[in-house]
């Protein structure tokens, strides 16, 4: 090997790793005010959607990056247009929806933020409300869930006894007593 082609080696796997360096870029934290944390809200029927937006104020200088948001529960969905990045001294908004089809009574639901929050790097968004039932009668989670399954047109055909209890070859195991 000549002495050029290795001086030419050396070269490029510099120019290499400088480019490497300057990928990573540090987002220092900074403070939010979020408008109403910590809500309670009226009374919703069972089956209905609840809406909930949440306003997040950038109070520092530096931008917000939203890395995570992770709901408590499965009938929490996080709309995908919320935004990731919030500018300094402007105004962001968290959309979620709560399906309260297979709750019963009340309900307390946490929404965890993770992104370059000051001090810890996450907030905790907290909602509250009471479900109510149908008053005529009060049908029990694997009722509902068959109904849904049917309306929406999965497993056509398909009776409530294998919803519940499922293919006898296919159930899982426990650990402890039976």
Do not use: W
């Amino acid at each position: 090997m000549r002495k050029s082609d290795f001086l030419l080696i050396i070269l490029l796997c510099g120019i290499y790793i400088s480019s490497l360096s300057s990928c990573t870029k540090k987002v220092n934290p900074t403070t939010v005010e979020v408008e109403d944390q910590d809500r309670h809200y009226y009374p919703i029927q069972q089956g209905e959607d609840l809406d909930l937006n949440y306003g997040i104020l950038n109070t520092g200088d530096n931008p917000l990056v939203i890395t995570e948001i992770q709901p408590s529960c499965g009938c929490i969905v996080v709309d995908k247009k919320s935004p990731q990045i919030v500018l300094p001294h402007k105004k962001g908004y968290i959309h979620i929806k709560y399906n309260s089809t297979k709750n019963v009574g009340y309900v307390q639901h946490f929404i965890r933020c993770y992104g370059n929050f000051f001090r810890l790097g996450v907030i905790e968004l907290r909602f509250d409300v009471n479900v109510v039932p149908d008053a005529d009668y009060t049908r029990d989670y694997e009722e509902l869930y068959h109904n849904y399954n049917e309306k929406n047109g999965k497993f056509k055909g398909a009776k409530l006894k294998d919803a519940v209890d499922g293919n006898s070859a296919e159930r899982g195991y426990y650990v402890g007593q039976p």
